[in-house]
Structures are given as structure tokens and as C-alpha cells.
């Protein structure tokens, strides 16, 4: 049997919070992460290897992502404040100041607007190409602290906050159209590459919801109290980590266990598939961050076949 060798990214001095990769460019494709020390890092999708940390912030990162391009970054944090960086030079072009701590940053689409989702229990949008430090929508109903936001399509954004209520809003109207309540509060949110699913981890769950009704489509048990989840872009696989350091792969068609490991020192706060499937990457309490092949003894990256050697 074939033994998994997951790449290990030093760096960060405190607990990985979040992971986010762009979609595939020219030049490959590129991750960053948050984290409590409150610098956030910029690196290559496919190796790992540091290009660059991103130095403004004065508390914890909670929340970072890249644009498609991976041109801009957005930051969300425990200074009150949400930036948005030129992810190629490292520079700072925006801060919006917020009431309370951001935990939440997502791009729309275009890369035109910027959803932040704060603790003060507001969502606002930011118009990118015209900075003016003002939200252009503020979207209120939600009665805690919000964890997760997500852009669905150009106008559509769902949210989780610390109850068991998953909002759909329409940024048209400004208001909450619909409503799914989960068995459980949902600790993270991440679309499937077409934007069709969303995935949820909440509790000891992994739940998929059809982005179109809102309507819970299945749901599988973990083994452990679970923090996040991914899906495959082919929707064969998602991987999922939390409470006990391990990182699960399951069958989405049946929620079957397929492997597990073993790398983290602490609680696995974050995982994400890259955009073309062949990795999938975790963020831990212990300040790493490892990579993982999809496909164990393949050659990809910094991996070859002599890396993966049998499992004894």
C-alpha cells in the first residue's frame, strides 16, 4: 500500500484559520492563508513555497482569499478591519474599517465587489472600483456573529453566523429570501467549482446544499467534531478536518471513508482542493500547513513516484 507524504508549509507562528486557493492562471495557481498571528501568506498552489507575506494587520487574520486571477487578495481580521492587497507586489490598496472583527472575506465573481461578514452581525459589500471606505449594501437580519459569507452568483450570498440558520440573500432587494436551518451551526462554506453546491461543515456533519433551491441535497457523519470541508471539482471525493487532527477523504456519492491521515499536531481548522483536483491542503492549531496528493503515489509538484513508498 502506498504511503501519503504530505508536503509541510512552516511559517505562520500561530494557529492556520483559513485556507483559500485562486483558480488556474498562466503561471499555475496560488494559495493564502489567515491565521492568529495576524500575517497573512501568499504561495505557489502546486508546491507550497512561500512568495510573500502580507504586512498590515494589527490582530488576527480570520478570514483571506484570492480573486480569480490571483491579482488581489482580501483580508478580514481582529483589528476591525478588512484590506484588500496587490496580491503580486504584496502592497496594501484598501482598509475598510468595521465595527468589530471581521471574520469573513469573498469576492464576487468579477472580482468587482467585496463581501466582509463581521461580528457585529452585518454582511456589506464593497464596490472595489470605487473605494470610498463606505459599504455599498449593508445586509442585517442575522442574530450572532457571523462566521462564514460566500458569493453564490453576481447578486446572490450565503451566510452562516453562530446559530443553526444558513441565509440566502439577494443583494437587489437587500434582504434575506430564503432560509435552510441546519441540525447544527456551521463552522465553514465552500462552493463546488461550478458554484451549484455549496458544502457545509456543521457539527460532526458534512452537508451539501443545492445553491438553486437552498435545499439540503444529503448529508454524512464524521467521526469527529468537524471544522471543514472541501469537495473534488469533479465531485467525486471531499475531504474533511477537525477536533481529532485527522484529515478524512470520503466518496461524495455515498459518504464511504476512502483514506485518513494522521500529520497535524492540533485540531485541523481548514481544508481545501486545489482547482485541478490534484491536492488538497489543511490548515492546523499547530501553525502548519500541509499539502496532501489526491492521488497517492502520483507524480505532481515537488512529489515523485519514489516519495511514496509502500506503507508498512
Sequence with gaps: MLKQVPLSCPGHTRPVVQLHYSEST?????????????????????TGDWIGTFQGHKGAVWGACLNKDASR?????????????????????????????????????????????????????????????KPEIELNGHKSAIKCSVWSSEYLIISCAEDEDLCLWDTRVGTCVKTLVLES???????SHERKLLVV?????????????????????????????SVSPDLSTFVTGGEDFKIYKCSYE???????????????????????????????????????????????????????????
Design 185 to 191: 451551526p456551521a463552522t465553514s462554506l465552500e462552493l
Design 73 to 133: 487578495a482580501a483580508t478580514g481580521a481582529a483589528d476591525f478591519s478588512a484590506k484588500l492587497w496587490n496580491a503580486q507586489s504584496g502592497t496594501e490598496q484598501f482598509s475598510f474599517t468595521h465595527k468589530h472583527i471581521v471574520k469573513a472575506v469573498d469576492f464576487c465573481e468579477s472580482g468587482t465587489k467585496l463581501l466582509t461578514g463581521c461580528n457585529d452581525k452585518t454582511l456589506r459589500i464593497f464596490d472595489l472600483n470605487n473605494c470610498s471606505g
Design 254 to 312: 455515498d459518504g464511504s471513508m476512502l483514506e485518513s491521515y494522521k500529520g497535524h499536531f492540533g485540531p485541523v481548522h481548514c481544508v481545501r482542493y486545489s482547482p485541478d483536483g490534484q491536492v488538497y491542503c489543511s490548515g492546523s492549531e499547530d501553525g502548519t500547513i500541509r499539502l496532501w496528493l489526491n492521488t497517492v503515489g502520483k507524480s505532481y509538484g515537488l512529489w515523485k513516484c519514489s516519495e511514496s513508498t509502500s506503507d508498512t
Design 26 to 46: 498562466s503561471s499555475g495557481y496560488y494559495l493564502i492563508s489567515a491565521s492568529k498571528d495576524g500575517k497573512p501568506m501568499l504561495r505557489k498552489g502546486e
Design 201 to 229: 461543515a456543521n457539527g460532526q456533519l458534512v452537508s451539501f446544499v443545492d445553491t438553486s433551491e437552498m435545499t439540503l441535497i444529503k448529508s454524512f457523519a464524521m467521526p469527529t467534531e468537524t471544522y471543514s470541508a
